[in-house]
């Protein structure tokens, strides 16, 4: 019987996802925040290296971003969209806060470090990595430094935060409440997958940026957020999505110097930091004006994933309605405005990123 890939091909892609898996599962023993991506990402990129010939074949790939589009789709419910609704003063400042942040850290990117444009609108984006991923790889922006940008962002927001609220006294300890189980409805888990599959490959072939990733998320918020379905991918499902991804993200670090490397991680702290005290300045306005509890406005406001904060936010016994009403809130703008915006970039840009590499055309993935 004859493989889907030559023999050749198929010990890469085998070893790079054992590679892949081996440091997801590590990483979330050991307690990493978004241990799953980030263990699979960082393991791989360590193999790639090394030398290592990490691969991660173009329809695995492709599957894999419309799984995520159902997970990150998953987390829109009747109750945050009704939160959206119930402090729209609170809404509207952090619209504001996500317009500035991405502003200023794109520009910190640009102006700092000398990063292309989109790259740079790419690295800035908060709370959007899958997406932000997506569209590097769909417009062949600086995937590493991305990557890395992103990764550490999200590390300094998930492990500063718990600390700092803890040092002064600002919310609970101990181990989140375990979340009320969905029902396990084959039929409805048949009704998500099949509405997200045709809206992914419907949107993808409209040529829409990250269109796998986008239409199948916005099928699963539709579903979900309108009450019609209760249930989500099987957990084993949803993490092996999320570890080809960070495979896929590792992959790239091959051929990368040391001093690249370090030019990137000193990018990905400056713009962290930039990130998180435009995240402070509009948090104390909220504190100072809005009847709200510090702790919830700051996770609330946190340029951290939408997932990771609302782990935080039941884990520190905070409101988590308030929490996931205002990544919502981001996440869909975020959405939207990158998308849009990257396309126009793309267009408009040369024919090069910030890393050296040679653009690919709009729609290609490197298998």
Known sequence: ML????????IPYAETLLIAAAGGVT????????????????????????????????????????LIGILLGAVVTPATLRGMATWPMSIVVLSASTAVMIVATTAYLRFVHGWEPLSALLGASPGSMAQALALATEFGANMRGIAIVQTVRVLVVTIGLPSGLALFGLAASGLPPTPPGASASLGELAVLLVASTASA???????????????????????????????????????SAVVVLGALVGSRFANTS??????????????????????AAFVLVVVSLLPFHASDVLIAFAPGAQDTMMVLALALRLDPVYVGAHHLTRFLIVTFSVAVTARRLARNSGGVTASGEKRRRPGALED
Do not use: N
């Open 258 to 279: 040391l001093a690249m490397l370090l030019e990137y991680f000193w990018a990905a702290l400056g713009s962290a930091a930039v990130a998180i005290a435009v995240s």
């Open 201 to 239: 490959v419907l949107v993808h072939w409209l040529r829409f940026p990250g269109g796998l990733l986008f239409g199948a998320m916005a099928a699963s918020a539709a579903l979900h957020g309108g009450d019609f379905v209760h249930v989500t991918l099987p957990w084993w499902l949803g993490s």
């Open 27 to 66: 990483f979330t023993l050991i307690g990493v925040p978004a241990g799953l991506v980030s263990g699979s990402m960082l393991v791989t990129a360590a193999a790639a290296l090394m030398g290592r010939p990490t691969k991660v074949p173009l329809s695995l790939a492709r599957v894999c971003f419309v």
């Open 3 to 10: 493989l889907p890939f030559p023999k050749q091909t198929l």
